[in-house]
């Protein structure tokens, strides 16, 4: 294990900022914090388990004034939800994005979000959303974030933020525990839901007599 910087592993700047007026119409879709599956509503929906998914389903059209490559989509790059109380890592790829692909050539990241690509093969990007989601990264990030009634996250600090690499294979195996873990979660749900739906069939029959 080595102990780096996030700025040694990936490049991070901020989503694109739309001018007044322009969105509701146009041939560009954009990715506001509403299409993080927070509250858990599309949960089931993904075939892997994590805590923090990204529903493509509805969004919202967008008439950007930019080309720039770097605010679209692209796979294998991740995007951190930098404002508010939850802070969140979502790595774009098929388990945690969903439906599956994406529209690349149209989809903007907007500035709710960094942009995360990584730079480096030592690292996995399910590892690392795993550490800002879960593992050791989260304090840290709690310790920079500032404001009261909305708070944001520093880019500059963000960058800094040390980073401990395990080996490649022990990336891989942690990220898999987790999973299991939130699999197993999320079986208990569905088994608690179908619990509570037959006993509610049992008192609507015994009303019925």
């Not at 389903?57 to 930019?66: G, I, M, R, S």
């Not at 050791?136 to 974030?145: E, G, M, Q, S, Y």
């Not at 040390?162 to 197993?184: F, G, I, M, T």
């Amino acid at each position: 294990m080595y102990s780096t910087t996030l700025n040694e592993l990936c490049s991070v700047i901020i989503g694109y900022r739309p001018k007044s007026g322009s969105g509701g119409s146009g041939d560009d879709l954009g990715i506001a914090i509403s299409d993080l599956d927070q509250d858990r509503l599309h949960v089931y929906a993904f075939p892997p388990p994590a805590s923090s998914l990204l529903c493509l389903v509805d969004l919202q059209p967008l008439d950007a004034d930019t080309r720039k490559s770097d605010y679209y989509l692209r796979e294998i790059v991740f995007l951190f939800l930098s404002r508010g109380q939850r802070r969140i890592a979502v790595p774009i790829v098929k388990e945690y994005a969903q439906p599956w692909p994406p529209d690349f050539d149209r989809t903007i990241v907007l500035y709710y979000f960094f942009i995360l690509r990584l730079t480096s093969e030592r690292i996995l990007p399910e590892y690392l959303a795993w550490a800002i989601n879960e593992g050791p990264l989260k304090p840290a990030i709690d310790t920079i974030a500032e404001g009261t009634v909305v708070q944001k996250v520093s880019v500059r600090e963000f960058r800094e933020l040390a980073v401990d690499v395990p080996p490649l294979e022990v990336q891989h195996n942690l990220v898999k525990l987790y999973e299991l873990s939130v699999r197993e979660q999320r079986l208990h749900e569905r088994l608690a839901a179908r619990r509570r739906e037959l006993a509610t069939a049992m008192c609507r029959r015994l009303l019925k007599k």
